[in-house]
């Protein structure tokens, strides 16, 4: 995986590796919510992203998202609207 580009988006939206795929963000809740929306459309419209990443997990204040499952719903669901 391209791990560089990784790094370089969760800096540049205010997350800090804390391992190996695991950031923790450091902003404000509108700073972290932009950052996870800069995330989706950079990450999930790459296929080298798609093809590997097998888990991402948002968590905040208790509540758990698979944010995979998710983005695969919301894909689905737009894809029968058409």
Do not use: H, P
């Not at 988006?9 to 923790?24: A, F, H, L, N, P």
């Not at 080298?48 to 719903?73: Q, R, S």
């Amino acid at each position: 995986m391209k791990w560089g580009i990784i790094d370089f988006v969760m800096g540049e939206v205010k997350s800090q590796k804390i391992g190996k795929g695991k950031y923790v963000s450091y902003g404000n809740e509108e700073e972290t919510n932009e950052g996870i929306t800069v995330q989706i459309f950079t990450f999930f419209d790459e296929d080298w992203f798609n093809k590997y990443a097998t888990k991402w997990i948002a968590e905040e204040d208790g509540f758990i998202e698979d944010v995979l499952a998710t983005n695969a719903e919301v894909e689905a669901r737009n894809a029968d609207m058409i």
